[in-house]
């Protein structure tokens, strides 16, 4: 039975990922900025805003405190954007980039630290089949779907999440400390509620994904099962890129 920190534990991603540790008997600590009440989750539920370095640092002390030594760190925390590459504003791009890059960024060089220091651990980043496709919008069909489906800035934050684990996974290999990343592609969550018909028909399985199912990669990146996985962006897409 392990220690596993969550970031971003209210969304949908981030709920399934807790419920489902918990489940294998993992003691959790589900973070966000409003403290998580999570039903059936065994564990510890705090505020914490992941782009502070002070309060990711409190949270895994008190986590440490409470239950001994990290041995998992998923985050999750992230937010959403829209629109176009020539309409991004200066104010949006940092929004998106200092949750859902620095936010990444902290917890794994916080957690990055302990878990070398210790010998052993594993992290799992989430990224996103938009930080590899390019997005979904068909702007040469019809521009219109670049407003509910563009978001170069997530896409940008997502992809930079990636190449953070590429780069943490070769720096903490040899620390015993495994690092992969999972890609979703269009989950059912409230971020995604509103993704159009025409754009979800371009899912070759012909659904969206459920949290659970990406909650259940997770897991198993997380496990012994995958001891010899690291520097890996695995993909939970339906299909709608393949790579």
Not at 90 to 113: A, S
Request: charged share 20%.
């Amino acid at each position: 039975m392990g220690v596993a920190i969550v970031t971003g534990a209210n969304g949908a991603i981030g709920s399934a990922v807790c419920r489902l540790l918990s489940a294998k008997g993992e003691r959790v600590v589900a973070l966000d900025v409003m403290a998580p009440q999570l039903k059936g989750v065994e564990g510890l539920m705090l505020s914490c805003d992941v782009t502070s370095r002070s309060e990711v640092r409190r949270a895994v002390e008190e986590a440490q405190d409470r239950f001994g030594a990290v041995t998992s760190l998923v985050n999750v925390a992230g937010v959403v954007s829209k629109g176009s590459v020539l309409s991004l504003s200066n104010m949006e791009f940092d929004r998106v980039m200092r949750i859902n890059v620095l936010g990444t960024l902290i917890p794994c060089q916080v957690v990055g630290q302990i878990m070398a220091d210790q010998g052993r651990g594993a992290i799992v980043n989430i990224g996103s089949v938009v930080g590899k496709n390019g997005g979904n919008a068909r702007a040469w069909l019809d521009r219109s779907e670049i407003e509910v489906a563009g978001g170069v800035a997530y896409g940008m934050s997502k992809s930079a999440v990636h190449t953070l684990t590429f780069f943490l996974a070769k720096e903490l290999a040899s620390f015993g400390v495994r690092v992969n990343g999972v890609a979703p592609g269009p989950i059912g969550t409230a971020m995604t509620d509103a993704f159009p018909e025409n754009l979800r028909a371009l899912i070759p399985q012909g659904r969206m994904g459920r949290p659970e199912e990406v909650a259940s990669v997770v897991a198993f990146l997380l496990s012994e099962q995958a001891s010899f996985i690291c520097g890996e962006i695995i993909d939970v897409n339906g299909a709608l890129w393949c790579d």
